[in-house]
């Protein structure tokens, strides 16, 4: 990673010069891309947007999702779940998510311009599990990950790409954000990569020095919202309004059978019971 450079050699225009800043927020750029929409694009170009279930699995509960795309499921909640947390920041802060960068299905899942810095953030989602993690080695349940070295990666290559963009040496910060986890263990810190709880993550992000004036998060974030920054040919980027509709539908559908198939555990065993006691017919 590059390291940080002081506000006087960034090397921004003068105050003078910025009569007209860049607008960071017209149509058609990534800053209206939602929290989570790449994973969800992926998930839903693999499973479609109807229900294959036949009328007794829906009844049953059966999940909608086969194991191999549950992955993805997930990893979508949590990056949504990390997007609701960063939507309290002010408006000095600019948050993108779901940025696509390099030439393949790689993105990142947030990144974020602010007084104290540009970030890049990691949602990683872990429901009742328990994480521990020291220096370079991350572990789940017992289970090692690369996640910290990919963090790494991920914020110096965007601290290069943007580099790129405004002319001028900045650096990035990483952080691996943990949602949904029973027990978070961060036993020594990396040099680099900050690992985090959704409680821990604002104060983390605000209560850093501030490193950038107003005018230079403007060009940052102006620069970050440009798709051409993070891909030499850009991809086609989809409606985010129906690729969240899709998926809340999705998501209703996962619920619906979570809340059936709690059902039936409860109905079985009151069921034998009734039986049981004479009330029911024994079966």
Excluded at 16 to 42: F, I, K
Excluded at 117 to 134: M, R, S
Excluded at 154 to 161: D, N
Aim: contains cysteine; positive net charge.
């Amino acid at each position: 990673m590059t390291a940080d450079v002081p506000l006087d050699d960034i090397g921004l225009p003068e105050e003078s010069d910025w009569s007209n800043p860049p607008d960071a927020l017209q149509p058609g750029r990534l800053a209206h891309r939602l929290p989570g929409q790449s994973v969800m694009e992926e998930l839903l170009e693999v499973i479609g947007t109807r229900d294959q279930r036949g009328l007794l699995a829906r009844i049953l509960g059966v999940h909608p999702l086969q194991a191999e795309s549950r992955p993805w499921y997930s990893g979508a909640l949590g990056e949504r779940a990390v997007g609701r947390t960063l939507a309290a920041l002010g408006p000095e802060w600019t948050v993108l998510h779901a940025v696509p960068v390099g030439e393949k299905s790689s993105d990142i899942d947030h990144v974020v311009i602010g007084p104290t810095g540009i970030f890049t953030i990691n949602a990683k989602h872990h429901p009742g599990q328990k994480v521990w993690t020291a220096k370079g080695t991350f572990m789940v349940a017992g289970t090692r990950y690369p996640y910290v070295r990919n963090a790494e990666h991920e914020a110096a290559r965007a601290g290069k790409l943007l580099s790129s963009a405004v002319g001028q040496n900045v650096a990035a910060r990483a952080a691996i954000v943990v949602v949904g986890a029973q027990q978070v263990t961060v036993k020594e810190k990396h040099r680099s990569v900050s690992v985090l709880t959704r409680n821990q993550l604002l104060r983390w992000l605000t209560r850093k020095p501030v490193v950038l004036s107003a005018d230079q998060v403007v060009v940052l974030a102006a620069a970050a919202a440009e798709p051409a920054t993070w891909r030499q040919t850009p991809s086609v980027l989809q409606e985010p309004a129906a690729v969240v509709q899709a998926f809340e539908n999705l998501h209703r559908r996962v619920e619906q059978a979570r809340r059936r198939r709690l059902c039936w555990v409860l109905a079985i065993p009151a069921a034998l019971l009734a039986s049981a006691a004479g009330i029911l017919p024994p079966f």
